[in-house]
């Protein structure tokens, strides 16, 4: 019981209990809304809506210009008290890629889809909601002062909206360029609540500041060529899978991906919350930030085996159940893909580390390498297997990039360590031990 009072009390421990409880509210209304949506559409549309909404997520890391959490947050950390000129020179930096990219995805998309109207159309619809994904930005200013009360309660009114929108579509029949609308609905929705929030919460006026922006671009920038590689080995199976088969082949691998990235949002809040903790450890005491990032690699592999132990046993009755007969194909990529979960989180987990260690350019030799392992991976496979052979390239390549090939670099190594310190058994119980005892 003093385990549990303990934990209630911690900041960090509050944070997260937010943003996860906002999350669960989100996946309980949209539980039946998007079952009955994908029944609906079935596997050759869901898998166009998919499709599409690989493009706008493949190029969205250029969109942000590699300004995650972590990087905003070490803004607002190296700027006291100048919140607003920071979030100002970031949206605006990020309205700007947003448009770019909005162009060149229709661009794109009207060369490799020419002959196929709807898809064009559904694919420019779905760009629709780029720009509105600025507003995002904000979600980092709660972040860091640990308040994700508000910005959970806003992710949840947006997702409402959406869903009551989704559900009118279904009682009018509507056809599935309706329901590409409905993806960039709940940014719009969002954003436009998350800047009212902002205000309303005190926050600064936005402004925008060429010194700070120059620094932000500084530090983002590794990310940007990064992010798009691991764009590459993260969104390039969907428009494999469409460009080499079809686009129900399409379906059913997002069909798996939706129930195995359903419950991550957990594992998204976590690190969220943890991030800024161990960015301030690391100025102060370097066994207390060791001690931080092995507790998040931690709850990240022991959360996701047991998951993923779950998926695996019950995968054919959990598609049966939740989507019918049609999307039966999705039980064998949906056991592969359950699995790369953990390496995935890990990854992201370690982006906190990378920033405090300032090794930001050497990640690129990362994601570039892991994206060839994918690319090449899905051309042997998916021809031969289809979304099966496209989810285990993708969990061998999240396998490589996490444990492989950071072997060969040496400012790398030290994480490595790290992170099988905390796969030991022990190491779980010696915290369970310790939290305890506080």
Same mark, same amino acid.
């Given at each position: 019981?003093k &385990?549990?009072r303990? *934990?209630?009390?911690?900041?960090? %421990?509050?944070?997260? $209990?937010?943003?996860?409880?906002g999350?669960?509210a989100?996946?309980?209304?949209?539980? &039946?809304v998007?079952? +009955?949506?994908?029944?609906?559409?079935?596997p050759?549309n869901?898998g166009l809506?998919?499709?599409?909404?690989?493009?706008?997520?493949?190029?969205t890391?250029?969109?942000?210009? $590699?300004l995650? =959490?972590?990087?905003?947050?070490?803004a607002?950390?190296?700027?006291p008290?100048?919140d607003?000129?920071?979030?100002? =020179?970031?949206?605006?930096l990020?309205?700007?890629s947003s448009? *770019?990219?909005a162009?060149m #995805?229709?661009?794109?998309?009207?060369?490799?889809d020419?002959?196929?109207?709807?898809?064009i159309?559904?694919? %420019?619809i779905?760009?629709l909601?780029?720009?509105? /994904?600025?507003f995002?930005?904000? !979600?980092y200013?709660?972040?860091?002062?640990l !308040?994700?009360?508000?910005?959970?309660i806003v992710?949840?009114?947006?997702y409402?909206?959406? %869903?009551l929108?989704?559900?009118?579509?279904l009682?009018?029949?509507?056809?599935?360029?309706?329901f590409?609308?409905a993806?960039s609905?709940d *940014?719009?929705?969002s954003g436009i609540l998350l800047?009212?929030?902002?205000?309303?919460?005190?926050?600064?006026?936005?402004?925008? =500041?060429r010194?700070?922006a120059?620094s932000?671009?500084?530090?983002? =920038?590794?990310?940007?060529l990064? $992010?798009l590689?691991?764009a590459?080995?993260?969104?390039t199976d969907?428009?494999?899978?469409? /460009?080499?088969l079809d686009?129900?082949?399409?379906g059913y691998?997002s069909t798996?991906?939706?129930?195995c990235?359903m419950w991550t +949002?957990?594992?998204? %809040?976590?690190?969220?919350?943890?991030?800024?903790?161990?960015?301030e450890?690391?100025?102060?005491?370097?066994a207390?930030?060791? !001690?931080?990032?092995?507790?998040l690699?931690?709850? #990240?592999?022991?959360?996701?085996?047991?998951v993923?132990?779950? &998926?695996?046993?019950s995968g054919?009755?959990?598609i049966?159940f939740?989507y019918g007969?049609?999307?039966?194909?999705?039980?064998?990529?949906?056991r592969?893909?359950?699995?790369?979960?953990a +390496?995935s989180?890990?990854?992201?987990?370690? /982006?906190?580390?990378?920033?405090? @260690?300032?090794i /930001?350019?050497?990640?690129?030799?990362i994601?570039?390498?892991g994206?060839?392992?994918?690319?090449?991976?899905n &051309?042997?496979?998916?021809?031969?297997?289809?979304?099966s052979?496209?989810?285990?390239?993708?969990?061998?390549?999240e396998?490589?990039?996490?444990?492989v090939?950071p072997l060969?670099?040496? @400012?790398?190594?030290?994480?490595?360590?790290?992170?099988?310190?905390s796969?030991?058994?022990?190491? *779980?119980?010696g915290? #369970?031990? @310790?939290?305890?005892? @506080?």
């Amino acid at each position: 019981m003093k &385990f549990f009072r303990n *934990l209630l009390r911690n900041k960090v %421990a509050k944070n997260a $209990g937010w943003l996860i409880a906002g999350n669960i509210a989100q996946m309980v209304v949209s539980f &039946f809304v998007n079952i +009955f949506t994908v029944r609906y559409l079935g596997p050759s549309n869901y898998g166009l809506i998919n499709y599409a909404g690989a493009y706008t997520a493949f190029i969205t890391s250029f969109c942000t210009l $590699g300004l995650g =959490s972590n990087i905003i947050i070490k803004a607002f950390s190296d700027n006291p008290g100048k919140d607003g000129e920071v979030l100002g =020179s970031a949206m605006l930096l990020r309205s700007v890629s947003s448009l *770019l990219s909005a162009l060149m #995805i229709i661009g794109i998309v009207s060369f490799a889809d020419r002959g196929e109207p709807l898809t064009i159309i559904v694919v %420019a619809i779905c760009c629709l909601g780029l720009e509105f /994904q600025v507003f995002t930005t904000l !979600n980092y200013w709660f972040q860091s002062k640990l !308040n994700s009360k508000v910005s959970s309660i806003v992710s949840l009114a947006a997702y409402i909206i959406t %869903a009551l929108f989704k559900i009118l579509l279904l009682a009018l029949e509507k056809s599935v360029v309706w329901f590409a609308f409905a993806t960039s609905l709940d *940014l719009i929705v969002s954003g436009i609540l998350l800047y009212i929030s902002y205000r309303r919460n005190g926050g600064d006026r936005l402004s925008f =500041s060429r010194k700070i922006a120059y620094s932000l671009l500084k530090d983002g =920038s590794p990310f940007i060529l990064i $992010g798009l590689m691991v764009a590459v080995y993260g969104y390039t199976d969907k428009l494999m899978l469409k /460009q080499m088969l079809d686009t129900a082949e399409v379906g059913y691998y997002s069909t798996a991906s939706a129930i195995c990235t359903m419950w991550t +949002f957990v594992l998204k %809040a976590i690190i969220d919350s943890m991030s800024p903790s161990i960015i301030e450890a690391r100025k102060r005491d370097r066994a207390a930030y060791e !001690n931080a990032n092995c507790r998040l690699y931690t709850i #990240i592999i022991y959360s996701c085996a047991a998951v993923s132990l779950v &998926f695996t046993f019950s995968g054919k009755y959990i598609i049966l159940f939740l989507y019918g007969k049609e999307y039966l194909p999705s039980v064998t990529p949906f056991r592969i893909l359950t699995w790369y979960t953990a +390496f995935s989180y890990l990854g992201v987990a370690r /982006q906190v580390w990378v920033v405090c @260690e300032n090794i /930001q350019k050497k990640a690129i030799y990362i994601t570039a390498s892991g994206a060839a392992i994918n690319v090449g991976i899905n &051309f042997l496979l998916i021809p031969v297997i289809g979304a099966s052979g496209a989810a285990l390239a993708t969990l061998l390549t999240e396998a490589c990039a996490v444990f492989v090939i950071p072997l060969f670099i040496k @400012e790398y190594r030290p994480n490595i360590k790290l992170m099988l310190k905390s796969i030991n058994p022990k190491y *779980l119980i010696g915290e #369970i031990r @310790e939290l305890a005892k @506080e």
